[in-house]
Nanobody, 126 residues
Framework: VQLQASGGGLVQAGGSLRLSCSAS????????VGWFRQAPGKEREFVAA???????YYSDSVNGRFTISRDNAKVTVYLQMNSLKPEDTAVYYC?????????????????????WGQGTQVTVSS
């Protein structure tokens, strides 16, 4: 599977953006998809993930503000980001993994994903 992330941009604090992770390739509906971000000078961090069955998992920093969803017919996973804060500024990446089980620590750590998309920049001004 190949992934392409899009939807980033510049937004004021309190605003919203929707990121998309579009896939090409077979069986995308069977993949776990995760969103991660990396700010300058910081390590990559987990943001959210959605399993093949639709179970979702969020980091504490975005829980209640971000929503991950998937449209298998469009082979796309979305990250709706509301109430954005300056600390959400980062390059956002999506990854896909063919693991069919629950979202575990390996997936939240971003280890050994099958595929990654290129990043999309999100900048939140104060």
């Amino acid at each position: 599977v190949q992934l392409q992330a899009s939807g980033g941009g510049l937004v004021q604090a309190g605003g919203s953006l929707r990121l998309s992770c579009s896939a090409s390739g077979r069986a995308f509906s069977n993949y776990v998809v995760g969103w991660f971000r990396q700010a300058p000078g910081k390590e990559r961090e987990f943001v959210a993930a959605i399993s093949a069955s639709g179970t979702t998992y969020y980091s504490d920093s975005v829980n209640g503000r971000f929503t991950i969803s998937r449209d298998n017919a469009k082979v796309t996973v979305y990250l709706q980001m509301n109430s954005l804060k300056p600390e959400d500024t980062a390059v956002y990446y999506c990854g896909a993994d063919s693991y069919s089980g629950p979202i575990n620590s390996r997936l939240r750590a971003g280890r050994n994903y099958d595929a990654w998309g290129q990043g999309t920049q999100v900048t939140v001004s104060s």
